[in-house]
């Protein structure tokens, strides 16, 4: 290692910290809490609104910067069509609820993922809810919503291949950096934890090219299940990791006390 890029890494590991800068979630479990309880599965979607609400506060709290959440996936239009339906009916009255809270809190409410499928109402709120909180600082809520990690990767690809065709950008000069500016979450820093509820130990299309380096929790609580307490746990065993990079468990000590 040359001694810039020493320099480099020292700096990147001082900037992390036992909070994690950005914390993106799997919110899973809905359907199983519901169904244990004998109630339709949309019962279990409104409760985990609820959570949605309280892990908001939390970040905020905590001064976590970024939180990003998966709501509908890409893969989740297979699902029959009245449960979907009752989705973006939630999502829409979820939205006209809390808007104004959230600008109040200085959150700043943004949507990834591919909104063209959903409906005209839905989409000018979505964006009504954008520009109101576009500049506020406490905390960078992203909503993913028919959201694919491949899409991204996609989506990004044909922008980048523009610009080839424009003449603006070489071939032979492509590298990953030349990307990234394209991908959804091109102004966040990459997730530093990821927490997926409901059991599951699998990504389900989530940020595929953003997760290559954050640490995982997983946890078999179901969504309407996670509380604060629950959040804590999850906090603590990321604090109680050690981030390497690549890198050596001396390296990272010697980086830590220069
Ligand atoms: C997650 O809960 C919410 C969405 C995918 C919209 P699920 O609805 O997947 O709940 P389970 O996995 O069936 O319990
Ligand atoms: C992932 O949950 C998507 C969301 C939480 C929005 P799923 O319940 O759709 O995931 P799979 O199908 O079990 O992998
Ligand atoms: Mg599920």
């Known amino acids: 290692m040359d ?3 020493k320099t480099d890494t020292a700096a ?8 994690p800068q950005h914390v993106a979630v799997i919110m899973d479990g809905n359907g199983r809490w519901a169904k244990s309880r004998g109630l339709l599965r949309i ?70 993922g591919d909104i063209s499928r959903f409906g005209d109402n839905l989409i000018s709120r979505i964006r009504q809810a954008e520009t109101m909180t576009l500049d506020n600082k406490a905390l960078t809520l992203t909503i993913a919503a028919n959201y694919g990690g491949r899409w991204d990767i996609a989506q990004a690809c044909a922008q980048l291949a523009r610009r080839v065709q ?36 699998r990504i389900s299309n989530f940020l595929l090219w953003q997760l290559a380096y954050t640490e995982m929790y997983f946890t078999p609580v179901l969504w309407p299940d996670f509380d604060r307490a629950q959040f804590e746990q999850a906090l603590a065993s990321y604090a109680g990791r050690q981030r390497r990079f690549g890198l050596t468990g001396d390296q990272i000590e010697a980086a830590r006390r220069a």
Not at 12 to 19: E, H, R, T
Not at 168 to 194: G, H, K, Q, V
Request: glycine share 6%; proline share 4%; charged share 30%.
């Open 12 to 19: 990147f590991l001082a900037s992390k910290s036992d909070i």
């Open 166 to 201: 424009n003449g603006e950008t070489d071939p032979a000069t492509i590298t990953e950096a030349s990307l990234e500016p394209f991908l959804s979450l091109a102004d966040a820093p990459e997730p530093d934890l990821f927490i997926r509820t409901g059991g599951e130990q």
């Open 43 to 112: 019962a279990g979607h409104r409760k985990g609104v609820e959570r949605v609400r309280d892990l908001v506060t939390r970040c905020v709290e905590k001064g976590i910067k970024h939180l990003t959440l998966f709501a509908f996936s890409s893969e989740n239009w297979r699902r029959p069509a009245q449960e979907v339906q009752l989705l973006m009916d939630l999502f829409l009255s979820a939205l006209d609820n809390e808007i104004k809270k959230l600008h109040k809190n200085n959150v700043r409410f943004r949507v990834i």
């Open 3 to 5: 001694k810039k890029s």
